[in-house]
């Protein structure tokens, strides 16, 4: 199976790519890859312009190519960063819905107590549109995500890996349907 990575954080050290990277290891797939969100920011006048940037075809194929998809989203002012939704921006505007019917896990790794409980519901109202195949749980959510991954970020706690291992387990098992 062929997995695609989404983080909402271009941070090269942003927990929720290392939560992403947790994620690939417990779906073990035959080939993943990690999106690449640095994207202009959607201007209809570029588009009119310029067409559809090469950046945008590239992520809307990767979407479209992959078996399934899982999205680690940060929460910034109670939503989804302005990179992921400019993503989805973006991708809106290509021909045809690489979303449709697309397995997608969503998971959140946040300094709140609440490990991006707003941003995950957020991300859910804006992927709603798309009509991808949204798993309905169980919820990853960490909470104060600076102290949960170690030195080689690697997630920590039980709960949180038992959590993840189900999610990609039925991520997993979502597409093989």
Known sequence: MNLLGISGSLRDEATNRKLLAEAQRMFAPESYVEADLNLPLYDGDL???????????RLASQIADADAVVISTPEYNQSISGVLKNA????????????????????SAAAGRAGGARAQYALRLCMQPFRPRILQGPEVMVAASHKEFDDNGRLQGEMYNKLLQELMDALKAEAGR
Request: proline share 10%; glycine share 6%; no cysteine.
């Open 47 to 57: 588009e009119a312009a310029d067409g559809i940037p090469e950046a945008v075809t």
């Open 88 to 107: 989805l921006d973006w991708v809106s505007r290509v021909d045809g819905n690489p979303w449709a019917n697309k397995p997608v896990a969503i998971m």
